[in-house]
């Protein structure tokens, strides 16, 4: 008898200044790795954008990245738009964040399948990120220990591989990651895609075509709204980005102290 796969959920945390189609094609290739493994059954995806309080340069509002993500995933029959971290009124971290979609995921499943207490079966929720996800953990004041600690070692991470980037080597190089190493699903992309959202910002400030790098309806949405101008990538120029602000008001050591 083939045994039970554990139901996993992956959620995506971030900007999405504008989702682009990599944005999406991680999904794919993280649901595709996590049913290779032969313990997981992929179950669903999350994607989170972050509250307008975050303070990166050139974030337009959260209401329209929210849009254009509901837009562009209207055509997957997995994934999802949750709006809760973009609407709290100051930024989220990201463990907070996964603390909360993992007890609604939780409920719901409890709710639906009326089993409370069959560990086996319970859901798990990891964090799918980008290879250089794994870098931010060595700038100085933006994680706190605990946090990293909770992130890697409860929830754990799914991590696709980006350009030249080698997260393998920023988990040799961290104590902590290394001792969790076992929690981090390192997700090799062959077929490489290297949009970036910055440069689709730079494409649209200058009005060269996007066309392909996102969905159709992503880019009629920013023309109608004439986001991503000159203006719009003034926005938050001289803030200091909110974590480190949210931060600084605990001491903070680093991951291998």
Excluded at 85 to 107: A, C, F, N
Excluded at 127 to 154: Q, S, Y
């Amino acid at each position: 008898m083939a045994a039970r796969r554990v139901p996993l959920v992956l959620l995506a945390c971030g900007s999405f200044n504008p989702i682009t189609n990599q944005h999406m094609r991680l999904f794919e290739l993280a649901r595709d790795h996590m049913h290779s493994t032969g313990q997981y059954q992929v179950v669903g995806g999350i994607v989170s954008p972050v509250s307008d309080s975050y303070g990166k340069q050139g974030l337009v509002l959260a209401k329209h990245r929210v849009a254009m993500a509901e837009l562009a995933l209207q055509s997957s029959n997995w994934v999802t738009v949750d709006e809760w971290e973009s609407q709290q009124p100051d930024w989220t971290e990201t463990v907070v964040t996964m603390r909360y979609h993992y007890g609604r995921i939780l409920k719901e499943y409890e709710r639906s399948v009326g089993m409370h207490n069959n560990s086996d079966l319970s859901p798990q929720l990891k964090l799918l990120c980008g290879a250089d996800f794994l870098d931010t953990f060595k700038i100085p004041g933006l994680w706190r220990d605990d946090h990293v600690e909770e992130l890697v070692g409860h929830f754990g991470l799914v991590c696709v591989s980006r350009g030249e980037l080698q997260p393998e080597r920023a988990v040799h190089e961290s104590d902590l990651l290394s001792y969790r190493r076992h929690n981090i699903f390192h997700v090799r992309e062959w077929v490489k895609n290297e949009t970036s959202a910055t440069e689709v910002r730079r494409a649209l400030r200058r009005g060269l075509s996007v066309k392909y790098l996102l969905p159709d309806s992503v880019i009629e949405y920013i023309h109608r709204h004439n986001l991503y101008t000159e203006d719009s990538e003034m926005r938050n120029k001289s803030a200091v980005l909110r974590p480190l602000v949210k931060q600084a008001q605990e001491p903070v050591k680093s991951l291998d102290d």
